[in-house]
């Protein structure tokens, strides 16, 4: 068990000790496959997530976020950012002015625990779940998603078409479920500000078109099979076949990519054997 203890002393050469107990934290695990649109910018996702509740509460409501919902004229942070005295110059009135196709948002097609069809409710950024069941305290549960998504111009952090001409910045992409800590749900509105997340595993399959290469977190599972450059005469000549890209990440806080058709998968292999891998954008910079 590990405990943080504060000492303070009185005057009256008494002290208090106070003790908080840090001996758990909720766990996660997400299996998701993608398939990605890159002419409309938007994709699918079919998600299975594994919630290990270690806490000693009973929980009857979850909450994910939904990040991309933030950047359509009207959000949150739409008028923060147009009202506050000094608003992030990145994102200024520039929300507002995104057409229907250059919008990001995540609509949740279909939610499920333990096979049971759940109610919910989305709120700006926030898709609140009420549970047809409890999570008991020290329990694991799953929790099965469809969900459709699209890529807004990227504004900040995330996005497509961004300054350095990449094609897609995936961060906060997908429905990510809230934190809970001491302190209950962390379930706050996305207005531009950092955010908190549970740790765990991820394995992702995205499927995409071929003239794109993609960069993740983790590791690729397949990479002899895969990559620029990939050469199957079976699929050279179909400009809009598609390749599966599978990546395996664990115990880390999230899951981001980027893919570009001008990126390139190389490697360093390192004096003692351990292989670095990296991609490159066609003009050769990082």
């Known amino acids: 068990m590990i405990r943080i203890l504060l000492l303070s002393f009185v005057l009256v050469g008494t002290s208090v000790v106070w003790a908080q107990d840090l001996s758990w934290q ?68 520039r929300i507002s002015k995104l057409k229907p196709g250059e919008i990001g948002y995540l609509k949740i097609k279909n939610l499920q625990h333990e096979g049971v069809e759940l109610k919910h409710h989305t709120e700006g950024t926030v898709l609140e779940v009420i549970l047809d069941q409890p999570i008991l305290p020290h329990s694991a549960t799953v929790l099965e998603m469809r969900f459709e998504g699209q890529v807004p111009i990227q504004i900040r952090r995330s996005g497509r078409d961004n300054e350095e001409d990449i094609s897609y910045s995936m961060a906060q992409w997908y429905p990510k479920l809230c ?5 209950g749900w962390h379930a706050e509105p996305y207005v531009g500000r950092e955010f908190y997340g549970v740790w765990g595993n991820f394995d992702v399959e995205i499927n995409m078109n071929q003239d794109y290469t993609i960069a993740a977190t983790g590791l690729l599972q397949h990479p002899e099979k895969i990559g620029h450059g990939y050469t199957d005469e079976k699929i050279k000549h179909k400009k809009k076949e598609k390749l599966s890209w599978r990546f395996i990440a664990k115990n880390v806080h999230d899951f981001v990519w980027a893919a570009d058709p001008d990126y390139q998968h190389t490697k360093i292999v390192a004096r003692d054997g351990t292989v670095l891998p990296f991609f490159l954008s066609g003009d050769g910079a990082e």
């Open 26 to 93: 909720q766990k996660v695990d997400y299996r998701m496959k993608i398939d990605f649109d890159v002419e409309n910018h938007q994709f699918t996702g079919e998600q299975t997530l594994f919630y290990f509740n270690n806490s000693p509460d009973t929980l009857f409501q979850i909450f994910y976020h939904l990040y991309f919902n933030a950047f359509q004229p009207g959000s949150m942070m739409d008028v923060r950012s147009q009202n506050l005295p000094d608003p992030d110059p990145r994102v200024a009135d």
């Open 179 to 183: 934190e809970y800590d001491l302190d």
